[in-house]
């Protein structure tokens, strides 16, 4: 099975007992986690880790004796980084809790209650990245701050900085319009103070608005004045901004003579905003529209919906129209929605296929009537595209903006994800998240799941992708890493990480990986002249199936395949919670020649022990070892000693997730014999990777 990629977390666990601190690692992991750890066995060696290697959070006994906590936390605290420190106690005791709180710990987990601990790191770790993302911003904040001011004073527009209705800054193009020498002579200085009086009033009107945060006006004509009275006639554009963190407003100042006529203006700024195909809203136009209602959200607690539109089977339809009317295609769509647009209701050609909607001031009920209302519009007639009449149906990723997801990235991300989820499950249909709603209709989704997923399995729509596995010491046999996809029954592909948990929660995940097995076993019969090899994944769940084996012999010896042709892998971290069940499982293979291979492994604290006692073919390293890998004498070091250890063992060592060449050479090195990765060759549906 395919294995989501997730960031890793390195960790250092401070336990007295090998056993118990590979318990903690091992849960996190089956909890979901990527986790990457290790364990000091003194103070010094303690204080060595913190210094030599990077490290996200501690999670330290509470009884630990090699390092007690108070000096987990000092050490800690001492580095200078920011690096959380998880205490992990045994019992619950209310003296005992108070007392680990005084002693500054950042988080408390009870070791034995169950999801506590992994909720205590997630906590953390999710903060922890949060407060990075915030210094980082900051830093970038500074530097953009500092190049808009080097651009701002070398621009040939007159641009100043209002606050309050006075001057906080202005370039050298306006003092010179209006005849200053210097800042100094403005600062402080009202900006009625350069509008004619004959305008005046209209312009404090305005100013007055602006102020109350209503919405930014078009271009304003008045007539101003300059330092000797004359007066010249002018236009203001406005645009709000911050200025050493204070809201204001900017204003660009132009003379009339170097001004456009105000109809060619308006006509001007109106396609600078507009797709041109559908008349819709552009791309970067609603990115701004957005970015103001989130702020809205985060500032004045506004609620507001934001629906991501796609056309059902987009490919089909491109087929069907040709790719040169894919703008006319769009164009229709958008005639479709139009009567549901309103001044509240803006949508925007987002993509070449993607329509965005943004309903300000929507509830999380108005939401939904809206995205079903789309999807009913849309769906319900035909479409008429130039000479073609389409069926064409939709799907709506909707996101309801509020103050705790208040984030432009968030609830993009989010909207997308939801809309990939319709059309996964087979499109028509809508999809909304309300933050605060999470568990509306969710059953209904996981429904619809649990009936595609059956449905993939009965009509043979589980589709194997392959990636190359590459030797580094002259093999050329065909060898290739298995990936399952599904198809959601018009040939377009649903990622696994989309349905796997959901098969694993509702008992689908043995009869997902059965499928997967039969159908690479009848890929090789029909490639039997190749001699080719493959790597299957299995699910943890598959492992307590002590009737697998059985059936992956009977389907090699159906189709006449070589036993040795096949090799079935699992996570390390699912195999160290069930080491027994998993020697029995690669005996029963072994007997009848199929291989065995430990997946993301050496993340464990004791992977060497692991595999010494069960002694598969092949070992998988985990891929956050590849992280610049090339420029990293730490990460080298680790992966040469596991792949001593699994050549010790008797195992093949496998790098996955190569990303450069420049590792090659080193892998070579360190005991891997073979490599794979998407810089080497992605996973494709083909087979005729040239070895």
Not at 404 to 427: C, I, K
Not at 430 to 458: C, K, S, V
Not at 554 to 569: C, K
Request: with cysteine; aromatic share 6%; proline share 4%.
């Amino acid at each position: 099975m395919q294995r989501k990629k997730d960031h890793t977390i390195r960790v250092l666990v401070i336990d007295d007992r090998m056993e118990d601190a590979e318990s903690i690692v091992t849960g996190l992991r089956n909890d979901g986690l990527a986790v990457r750890a290790n364990r000091p066995t003194s103070l010094d060696e303690y204080r060595a880790m913190l210094a030599g290697q990077p490290v996200d959070l501690v999670l330290a006994a509470a009884t630990s004796k090699t390092v007690e906590p108070t000096q987990a936390l000092t050490l800690a605290r001492a580095t200078g980084n920011d690096l959380p420190v998880i205490l992990i106690a045994d019992g619950h005791d209310d003296a005992g809790l108070a007392a680990m709180i005084g002693l500054g710990a950042d988080n408390i987990a009870l070791r034995n209650r169950d999801g506590h601990l992994r909720r205590a790191v997630e906590r953390e770790y999710r903060d922890l990245n949060a407060r990075r993302d915030l210094r980082h911003l900051d830093a970038r904040l500074h530097e953009t701050e500092r190049r808009c001011d080097a651009l701002i004073d070398s621009s040939r527009d007159p641009i100043a900085y209002i606050h309050e209705g006075m001057h906080i800054r202005a370039n050298q193009a306006y003092l010179e319009m209006f005849g200053y020498a210097d800042f100094d002579e403005v600062e402080g200085m009202s900006i009625l103070d350069m509008v004619a009086p004959a305008d005046a009033n209209d312009f404090k009107t305005l100013l007055k608005q602006l102020s109350k945060g209503g919405e930014t006006p078009p271009p304003h004509h008045l007539t101003a004045h300059d330092a000797d009275g004359q007066e010249f006639p002018a236009t203001m554009e406005f645009s709000p901004a911050t200025y050493d963190g204070e809201p204001c407003l900017q204003i660009i100042f132009r003379r009339k003579e170097t001004a456009f006529d105000p109809a060619m203006m308006e006509q001007m700024e109106t396609l600078r905003r507009q797709d041109v195909a559908t008349g819709l809203l552009n791309r970067p136009t609603f990115l701004q529209s957005l970015e103001d209602a989130v702020a809205r959200s985060a500032s004045a607690h506004e609620h507001h919906g934001l629906l991501l539109i796609q056309p059902d089977h987009f490919g089909s339809l491109v087929q069907s129209v040709g790719i040169n009317n894919v703008d006319a295609l769009m164009a229709a769509l958008a005639e479709r929605l139009r009567p549901l647009l309103d001044e509240q209701v803006e949508a925007a050609r987002f993509g070449e296929q993607v329509i965005a909607v943004l309903a300000r001031g929507s509830s999380h009920a108005e939401t939904e009537v809206l995205a079903r209302d789309i999807v009913s519009v849309i769906g319900g007639r035909i479409l008429e595209t130039g000479d073609h009449s389409l069926t064409v149906t939709a799907s709506v990723g909707a996101v309801q903006v509020s103050e705790r997801n208040a984030q432009v990235p968030r609830v993009l991300a989010r909207a997308q994800q939801l809309l990939e989820t319709a059309q996964g499950v087979g499109g028509n249909r809508m999809e909304l998240y309300d933050p605060g709603a999470i568990d509306r209709a969710e059953q209904d989704r996981i429904n619809a799941w649990i009936e595609r997923i059956r449905g993939a399995l009965t009509n043979d729509q589980l589709v194997l992708h392959y990636q190359p596995i590459i030797s580094l010491h002259g093999n050329n046999a065909p060898f290739f890493d298995v990936l399952m996809r599904m198809d959601n029954g018009t040939g377009e592909l649903v990622m696994p990480n989309a349905f796997l948990p959901i098969a694993e929660e509702h008992g689908l995940i043995r009869d997902l990986d059965r499928g997967v097995i039969a159908k690479a076993v009848r890929t090789l019969a029909a490639n039997a002249k190749r001699e080719m090899r493959f790597i299957v994944r299995i699910s943890r769940a598959s492992i307590e199936d002590t009737t697998l084996p059985a059936f992956i012999q009977q389907v090699l010896q159906e189709h006449a395949i070589p036993a040795n042709r096949l090799v079935v892998q699992i996570n390390e971290s699912k195999v160290s919670t069930q080491v027994n069940e998993a020697a029995e499982f690669n005996r029963q293979l072994a007997a009848f020649g199929a291989g065995f291979c430990i997946d993301q492994f050496g993340v464990g604290l004791s992977s060497a022990q692991l595999i010494a006692h069960l002694r598969p073919r092949f070992v998988k390293l985990d891929g956050s070892f590849m992280t610049d890998y090339a420029r990293s004498p730490e990460q080298q070091a680790r992966v040469r000693d596991l792949g001593a250890a699994a050549t010790a063992s008797g195992a093949s060592t496998i790098a996955c997730d190569v990303n450069d060449s420049g590792s090659m050479t080193t892998l070579f090195l360190a005991n891997v014999e073979y490599v794979q990765g998407n810089f080497l060759a992605p996973p494709s549906p083909d087979l005729s990777f040239d070895f």
